[in-house]
């Protein structure tokens, strides 16, 4: 019934499996392993209690909805016969279910097997399922000296009993169906025999693996020979992994099935066109390369929900109805979505170019969606934060409203989706709680955790993702204005699915502009897992795929280590040579090592199978020159000994990358370029990520002798580039000038060679990096790639400067480490050191970058600033009470709930505040307000706040190298000294003030209300009216640009502007015109017309 | 101080006159002010007014098709649907591009126009929009606002294939008083003086004074000056010097620097108004608020002017009657917006859009700074004028254009006086024009 039960069920809904069934979820053996990062389980899935009885579905109920979805529904499936045609198809997603064996595939065994299903699509785009069978789980033992081949009968009898111990409820006839005696290699140490006996374990289900790992590490008593520990190799790999690396097939690869080694199913089971029946030995496994590099013309379902939520509340399930959902369905390479619908609930007029489907109930609306998904029979579900809250949310939703026929969205026939929480915690992306909805045999894509893992962003609100990416303004309706909208009318709900629409259009435009599809299949199918385990899991299991698939071919078996010694002991990291920190104005020559850490590996042959033991050293009596002692102490055998698999790895992975980069070059056409170029990246990545996987303490085989040796190689070859540097090219030698090392970060160094130009310093900087990679074992290579000029050089890892890569103009201005997009930044701190950094780099003109600085600093204390820039912008992530240390954010929506629950922020949202004059000793976080409160109330902002907390610290980074006495000179001159402070006018003391007209020339008070200057002033008319009106242009022109954008990106012209966004760098200025226009037009108004 | 003894000019030559009806008031804001108003109602009266209009067109063009809204569109069926156009342009400015990261990718250099071949039309309605296709459709004809009715069906990709475009064209016009008018009488055009700009010639605009008042020449050029019944000045007369009014505190000789251009301007005007009528509209850089419709410049620039009862600020656009000749025109900024964001063979191309779309700024607000009206589109041109001027363009031309009705128009190009030292000049009875240029070197 539940499609996957995981270790916890979380779900809340009633208990839909029989307690006696739950032994499988409890069954994991007694102790449950230690929190490992990415510790994966096989879990059983029961074909029987999978489906629900077999009765036929009802439709939705809605008279005339079949008919509009029919229309969308797959090609039909072009007539074949199994016995002369061949299926071929791209796989995109595998899974299990334990049903029972088949007779003629198995070994003629009786009881549950597990059966995998591969899903896919077809070169025509018809939807496969493809049940295989007779695949069977398995993992390997160490086989003891002293257990002989008579023991193992007994070795079976007795993890059987146990088995059975652990596992009293199970029907499973038998638990070890196989024991058998292989030669194989372990992968780790180096050794001087080829092989030795292991015993490979042969279990009835995948779950079965984990059970009987457990016993045998832990110990057994084997009848005869005592109690005995073993130490099991490939005990930890993913049954659907274990099949792929077997059959050798790789994520989004393309499958055959030979004619007449398979034949359709009789009974159905799923929703694809074709459901075939095969053996593990039929299926053919194509590598991706000529006609298999193609994508299939698989379906990716876009979609968005809207909620109703109550005011002041983000919207739950237990209470607020989903009113629309948009989707669109795109067929993979084409242009256009096929499908661009809507679902309301109640009455919508219509939308050009979509359809529109409105119900009169909620359940109507979410069984629509389920005929939809059914009848378009999406590859892919796509959305922007679908699995956090779109997904959860509708199936948390359908349980409430009790609607039990809604999450039968899957693949699969009569199987329910269910919900659980995870949590996914990598060194690389750190911990995030997040919730799995598995939907059987379609692939979700979620946009955000994508844009989470792939890029660094300040915020990753789809409107400022679509805002960097696409490069425009997201609209946002505010969700108080959704309720609204939806009580409204089909015109106000028409709106509100336009806007639905927009957000489910967007992330198939990112989906398509990052090309998110080529560079995430071509990553599966070069590190060979499948998609789905890329968004969901972290680096280790890709590196961990591939060593296995490579182990596999030389007959190496992986043993099952954890952690080594706690896991805290770190080891030295890469160097970081001294930076010298100025401002060079000479060029600056980037000396570059090509991917270091691979080619350290690769050249030093640096291995598990080749990491020889300490007390193994004198044992095997290597010869010296058959080994290589690394500069942190470790030794490893040469290549001519035994080549290492890590190095065999890399060496493809980047001669791929080489070639596909070769290919790139070649390639015309756009989806061909898009789809090497994708691959390219990914091998980069992989190849990358290898020395990463072998120094994490907690992952799946960790080998600290293998990655400090590799950063001790690095550190060494740093410092040898440097000596070498300066050895060489210095006047002794013939040259002009002496190259001084400025930097060097863990792969580059950075040289000053003392030359005037360019072109000069591009010349020497080729001629360095010829000399010095001749001095290194090969692969290693040190690139000159780049000039620098100017440069400036402000600490470790923070400089700044103008990129060369051609001699007659610069590429663009490259900047690390200076934060110009960290999140607690106003925009005003951004705008400044970009700013100034251009003035600096780009025009040489330091005095002038000085100069605005200034201008900026007396700007902000003059309180002439346009408000948007000091916004300063944190996400709400839990209620005031739950911070420990009150913020500044946190204590503004609580102060805001108060002023007006409606609008106030909740959890989940994004607070924008500026920081306010307030009383003197107040606390930092009291100051925080509502930017339109502040522009609404005239309340003077904190300029010292600003120039002290943000500006200071990145402006006297930038300035401190340049300048002397930067602090004094920028923060504290003269420029400082003029400061003005608005007057609230919501503040106690406004309220005895008597308001008296003053003449606009000189502010002295006039009592006679017709005036409009004073005796003094009159004859300044000419001259003073021209400066009123001259604000009240500027204002409009203001106002007319920016109402006119906010209705170009609402995508109307007749209809009014709702968007909210406070993500948007336009919205308080939007507000501000309007409200100093209206000002300035009072003023203007006293000269009378 | 009674002008009517200044009417003879020096030689003695009576100063001939005209009967002068303001008509600026649909231009004059009065009181209305911004109050959070937003541009989609100017948008939506400009639609009504035009379905109005287009409505009976429709019948008479395409008699056999349903007239629609975008929403009752059906596939493959043919219709008429009313809307406005909006072009989705690649390269239009936005204000968001002053926040973009790359600074390298804002454009250094302004390109003269925004028009590239990537541009689509979208039709609008109150209901939806509606992306237009076919050949039939020329995007970079047409701009953002203009109002038409289009024929053809909507395709399957949710598109809508044109088959013709029906453009309001020419509104009706009153007859031009022929028979009224006997004599020869000359209306002066002149705009873009630019006074204040640092290599402004003073001694050109003086020899136009000069020319206008009769100073100058033999009798006959002082006969034929004593025609001239009014001068127009259509805008840019000073040029704002903006360096000067960013807030900051000024200097007390710089005060005297903002204000020496208007007290120039102020003496030349008072020279003219004594001896004629003059009306002066703002534009763009003239000291008066930006957004169209520009309110007239307030008389306490121009204390010295004032005094005379010749002396007229007016709008921008500007419309008026004189002995029963209809004139319309602007300060140039519609027809230079229209440039930029389409494309034309020269500026009477423009013009002569602006007419058959019935509209003086369709352009305004999207491109073209304009007041958010509620009530009204007043750039709706509803009667046809005889002459159609347009202030500050880079050189002179004209053209007769006819419409359906039988309407004929004058269409003006009135170039900057500050580059080309010429003004023109507006028979009233033949509505035939010349160029009045004036050079300060001999040549």
């Keep these: ?1089 | 101080m009674e002008v009517d003894t200044l009417r003879c000019l020096d030689g003695g030559f009576p100063r001939k006159q005209a009967t002068y009806t303001p008509q600026d008031e649909k231009y004059e804001l009065r009181r209305q002010r911004y109050k959070g108003q937003q541009y989609s109602h100017l948008y939506y009266c400009r639609l009504h007014k035009f379905r109005e209009i287009l409505t009976s067109a429709v019948k008479e063009r395409w008699p056999r098709f349903p007239v629609c809204t975008i929403l009752a569109l059906e596939d493959g069926k043919d219709c008429v649907v009313i809307g406005t156009l909006y072009k989705q342009m690649r390269l239009k400015p936005s204000i968001l591009d002053e926040y973009s990261k790359e600074r390298s990718h804002v454009a250094l250099a302004k390109p003269e126009n925004f028009t590239c071949p990537d541009d689509y039309l979208i039709l609008e309605d109150e209901s939806g929009r509606i992306k237009l296709v076919g050949d039939n459709v020329v995007p970079s004809h047409y701009v953002t606002g203009v109002v038409v009715a289009i024929c053809g069906q909507e395709g399957k990709d949710g598109e809508f294939n044109v088959q013709g475009i029906l453009e309001p064209n020419l509104p009706p016009q009153h007859p031009h008083p022929n028979n009224t008018v006997l004599d020869d009488k000359y209306v002066a055009f002149v705009s873009g003086f630019k006074i204040g700009r640092n290599d402004s010639n003073p001694l050109q605009v003086q020899l136009l004074v000069d020319h206008l008042t009769g100073h100058l020449g033999e009798e006959q050029e002082q006969s034929l000056s004593a025609q001239i019944v009014r001068l127009i000045i259509a805008g840019d007369s000073v040029e704002l010097q903006n360096n000067l009014l960013t807030g900051q505190s000024v200097s007390s000789k710089e005060q005297a620097k903002l204000i020496e251009p208007i007290k120039e301007l102020d003496l030349i005007l008072t020279q003219i108004a004594a001896s004629m009528p003059i009306d002066i509209m703002p534009g763009p850089n003239d000291p008066s608020n930006f957004s169209l419709p520009q309110q007239p410049l307030h008389k306490c620039l121009f204390p010295g002017a004032t005094v005379y009862s010749t002396f007229l600020t007016g709008t921008n656009p500007h419309q008026f009657e004189l002995d029963g000749v209809q004139f319309l025109g602007t300060s140039g900024q519609n027809i230079d917006d229209l440039d930029k964001y389409s494309e034309g063979g020269d500026r009477l191309d423009f013009m002569e859009r602006t007419l058959r779309w019935r509209h003086l700024a369709p352009t305004a607000p999207d491109t073209l700074g304009c007041y958010p009206f509620t009530d009204r589109d007043p750039f709706v041109i509803e009667s046809c004028p005889h002459v159609y001027f347009c202030g500050n363009q880079p050189s002179y031309s004209s053209r007769m254009i006819k419409g359906p009705g039988g309407q004929m128009v004058l269409l003006v190009c009135i170039p900057r006086f500050y580059d080309t030292g010429s003004a023109v000049l507006v028979n009233l009875r033949t509505l035939q024009c010349h160029l009045l240029a004036f050079s300060t070197t001999f040549c």
């Design chain 1, 1 to 1089: 019934m539940e499609s996957k039960r995981r270790k916890s069920s979380t779900n809340s809904g009633p208990p839909l499996i029989p307690p006696s069934k739950r032994f499988q979820a409890n069954g994991e053996g007694p102790a449950p392993p230690e929190p490992m990062e990415e510790e994966d389980f096989d879990v059983d899935v029961f074909l029987e209690e999978a489906l629900l009885r077999d009765e036929e579905l009802m439709e939705s109920g809605v008279e005339g909805l079949a008919a509009r979805l029919s229309k969308w529904k797959r090609k039909t499936v072009t007539s074949f016969d199994s016995r002369s045609s061949n299926i071929v198809f791209q796989q995109l997603d595998i899974d299990y279910i334990v049903g029972e064996s088949e007779k003629d595939s198995t070994s003629g065994r009786a009881g549950p097997a597990a059966i995998l299903r591969i899903f896919g699509v077809t070169e025509e785009g018809n939807s496969v399922c493809c049940h295989v069978h007779g695949f069977e789980p398995y993992f390997y033992i160490s086989c003891l000296e002293d257990v002989g081949p008579d023991d193992i009968p007994k070795l079976r009898q007795a993890l059987e009993g146990r088995m059975r111990e652990a596992n009293r409820n199970s029907k499973s006839p038998s638990f070890v169906t196989k024991i058998e005696v292989v030669q194989k290699r372990s992968l780790m140490y180096f050794q001087l025999q080829k092989s030795r006996p292991f015993l490979k374990i042969t279990v009835a289900l995948p779950t079965m693996v984990a059970g009987c790992r457990g016993i045998l590490e832990r110990g057994i008593n084997i009848d005869g020979l005592g109690q005995k520990c073993f130490l099991t190799y490939e005990s930890n790999v993913l049954f659907a992994l274990r099949f792929m690396i077997d059959c050798e097939i790789v994520g989004g690869n393309w499958i055959e099935l030979p004619a007449g080694k398979y034949r359709e199913t009789t009974r159905k089971m799923s929703y694809c066109q074709l459901e075939l029946d095969t053996s593990y030995k039929n299926v053919i496994s194509h590598s991706s390369t000529g006609q298999y590099s193609k994508l299939a013309p698989f379906r990716i379902l876009s979609f968005d929900i809207e909620c109703a939520g109550r005011k002041g509340h983000f919207p739950e399930p237990e209470q607020d109805p989903v009113i629309q959902i948009a989707n669109l369905v795109t067929v993979q390479g084409e242009q256009r979505p096929m499908v661009r619908s809507v679902l309301t609930l109640k009455a919508c007029s219509p939308i050009v170019g979509a359809d529109v489907m409105s119900f009169d109930t909620e359940k109507e609306v979410l069984l629509a969606w389920r005929d939809l998904i059914r009848e378009v029979d999406p590859d892919i579900i796509i959305g922007y934060n679908i699995c956090k809250f779109d997904l959860p949310y509708l199936i948390e939703r359908a349980q409430v409203l009790k609607i039990g026929d809604f999450p039968l969205i899957g693949r699969i026939r009569n199987s329910r989706v269910r919900v659980r929480d995870t949590s996914f915690s990598s060194r690389q992306y750190g911990t995030r709680e997040s919730k799995e909805v598995t939907i059987e045999g379609r692939v979700q894509f979620d946009l955000l955790q994508v844009m989470q893992r792939d890029y660094k962003l300040s915020s990753y609100s789809l409107n400022s993702v679509s805002a960097h990416f696409l490069g425009e303004q997201k609209e946002d309706v505010h969700h108080s204005i959704i309720s609204d909208l939806q009580n409204g009318n089909p015109e106000t709900r028409r709106r509100l699915a336009v806007y639905c629409l927009k957000d489910a259009y967007l992330p198939q435009r990112l989906l398509d502009k990052l090309m998110f599809m080529y560079n995430y299949i071509e990553m599966a199918r070069v590190t060979g897992v499948p998609i789905s385990f890329l968004l969901s899991r972290g680096q280790s299991i890709k590196v961990l795929s591939q060593i296995l698939r490579k182990s596999r071919q030389r007959n190496f078996i992986v043993p099952n280590l954890k952690s080594q010694g706690g896991g805290q002991e770190g080891f030295e990291g890469a160097t970081v040579l001294e930076a010298k920190a100025g401002f060079y104005e000479k060029p600056i020559a980037t000396l570059d090592f090509a991917s270091l850490y691979p080619s350290i590996m690769m050249a030093y042959n640096l291995c598990y199978c080749t990491l020889v033991k300490a007390e193994d050293l004198n044992k095997l009596n290597l010869a010296p020159e058959m080994v290589s002692r690394t500069p942190s102490g470790e030794t490893f055998a040469k290549v001519t000994l035994e080549k290492g698999i890590l190095p065999e790895i890399l060496e493809e992975l980047l001669s791929a990358r080489k070639r596909a980069k070769a290919d790139l070059k070649e390639a015309k056409d756009p989806f061909e370029k898009a789809v090497l170029d994708g691959r390219q990246l990914a091998l980069k990545i992989s190849a990358n990520s290898v020395y990463g996987f072998t120094g994490a303490t907690v992952g799946q085989l960790p080998c600290l002798e293998i990655s400090s040796s590799v950063t001790s190689y690095g550190r060494q070859m740093i410092e040898h580039t440097k000596n070498l540097v300066e050895q060489h090219f210095n006047l002794s030698k013939g040259y002009e000038h002496q190259a001084e090392v400025v930097y060097g970060d863990t792969d580059s160094v950075m040289v000053q060679f003392g030359v005037h130009s360019v072109e000069e310093a591009m010349k020497l900087g080729r001629e360095a990096a010829e000399i010095i990679s001749g001095t290194f074992t090969k692969p290693i290579k040190l690139e000159f790639e780049k000039v620098y000029f100017p440069f400036l050089l402000i600490s470790k890892k923070r400089y700044a400067g103008l990129y060369w890569t051609k001699t007659n103009t610069y590429d663009k201005m490259d900047t690390k480490g200076i934060e110009t997009v960290r999140r607690d930044n106003c925009l005003l701190v951004k705008n400044l050191v970009n700013e100034c950094l251009h003035k600096i780099l780009v025009e040489r003109d330091v005095a002038g970058a000085v100069q605005y600085v200034k201008n900026t600093i007396s700007d902000l204390l003059m309180n002439r600033v346009d408000l948007s820039l000091l916004v300063i912008t944190k996400g709400l992530t839990k209620t005031g009470d739950d911070y420990a240390v009150k913020a500044a954010h946190v204590e503004l929506a609580e102060r805001m709930r108060k002023r007006d629950a409606a609008t106030a922020p909740t959890v989940g949202d994004r607070v924008p505040y500026v920081i306010i004059k307030a009383a003197k000793g107040a606390k930092a976080y009291e100051k925080s307000e509502d930017p339109i409160f502040v522009l609404e109330n005239n309340i003077p902002i904190d300029p010292h706040y600003y120039l002290e907390n943000q500006l200071s610290k990145p402006l006297l980074r930038i300035f401190e190298p340049i300048l002397k006495n930067a602090s004094k000179e920028l923060l504290h001159g003269s420029h400082t000294r003029a400061v003005s402070i608005s007057t609230p006018s919501n503040s106690g003391i406004m309220k005895f003030a008597k308001k008296q007209l003053s003449c606009i020339g000189c502010k002295t008070p006039i009592s006679d209300e017709s005036q409009t200057l004073c005796g003094h002033c009159n004859g300044r008319e000419a001259e003073l009216y021209q400066k009123t009106v001259v604000n009240v242009r500027e204002l409009e022109q203001l106002f007319g640009r920016l109402w006119t954008q906010c209705q170009r990106c609402q995508g109307s012209l007749h209809q009014d502007v709702l968007c909210t966004s406070r993500d948007c760098p336009i919205f308080y200025r939007r507000k501000k015109a309007q409200k100093d226009l209206a000002e300035a037009e009072v003023q203007l108004d006293r000269w009378q017309f």
